[in-house]
């Protein structure tokens, strides 16, 4: 359960996040809204890269408000951004020891852990290749194998379909239905396509303007009429 109580957020004059109170209970948990809505910002706070002008954050029982990204990152937090952060120029494996050589594990454990993210995220193959080589969907599974590395509890994904065929977003969707069982994190889901939140969100809460919309099943958030408007662009019915 990952409790969020009361997070404002404001940059001058512009409230990203307005009061957000919500408790966050499924194994993959959507976040949808228009853009603008203040989705980035709310990873933002979870990750602790924006400190909220307000409010608590709780996960597990755990205090997050007040840590440093880094003390997140040991907890097991882990973070993929809209914006490539895969390194070019170190081997794939490489670019996932890095997560791992940050947390207290023993050399042995560190490369149990490796093949393990590299082999759930199916990029085994290419683990001693430079990032710089690879395409696109090979460096987008290099950030998720990042994620999931190292026994993680909350794993925040902002937009990772976007840009991808549909086979590749096929893929990716059933790397994230695996993450629970497989892995044993949490996850949370930014995304404009509404499949992908579909197949994979057992939950979705929509922002608008930096508030809460709605929180629920994600089949019935999609159904809702105030949903389909503020986000969907469609007229109530
Ligand atoms: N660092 C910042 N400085 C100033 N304003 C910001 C900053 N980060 C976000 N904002 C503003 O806060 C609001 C929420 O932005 P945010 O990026 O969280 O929305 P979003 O729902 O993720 O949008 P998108 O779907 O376009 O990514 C927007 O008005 C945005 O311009």
């Not at 940059?11 to 959507?30: E, K, R």
């Not at 602790?48 to 597990?60: L, Q």
């Not at 042995?108 to 590299?118: M, P, W, Y």
């Not at 919309?213 to 408007?229: F, K, N």
């Amino acid at each position: 359960m990952i409790e969020i109580d009361g997070v404002t957020v404001s940059f001058g004059g512009v409230t990203a996040l307005n009061g957000l109170t919500v408790q966050l209970d499924a194994p993959v948990v959507g976040i949808i809204g228009p853009n603008g809505a203040g989705k980035t910002t709310f990873l933002n706070v979870l990750s602790g890269f924006v400190r909220p002008n307000s409010g608590r954050i709780r996960a597990f029982g755990q205090e997050l408000t007040g840590l440093q990204p880094h003390q997140r990152a040991q907890w097991g937090l882990r973070r993929s951004f809209q914006k490539e952060q895969a390194v070019d120029e170190l081997t794939v494996e490489d670019n996932v020891r890095v997560v791992l050589d940050s947390l207290p594990l023993s050399r042995g454990a560190v490369e149990d852990a490796l093949t393990r993210a590299l082999e759930f995220t199916g990029i085994s193959a290419v683990r001693r290749r430079s990032v710089a080589g690879l395409n696109a969907f090979e460096r987008r599974m290099t950030e998720l194998a990042r994620c999931v590395a190292g026994s993680p509890k909350l794993i925040l994904l902002d937009e990772p379909g976007a840009g991808f065929s549909q086979s590749e977003v096929a893929t990716l969707r059933s790397v994230i239905n695996g993450i629970s069982e497989t892995v044993g994190a949490r996850t949370f889901l930014i995304d404009h396509d509404v499949d992908l939140i579909q197949a994979t969100c057992q939950r979705t809460m929509v922002l608008d303007f930096g508030s809460l919309v709605t929180y629920g099943e994600t089949a019935s958030v999609l159904a809702d009429p105030r949903v389909r408007a503020v986000y969907l662009g469609m007229e109530e019915t």
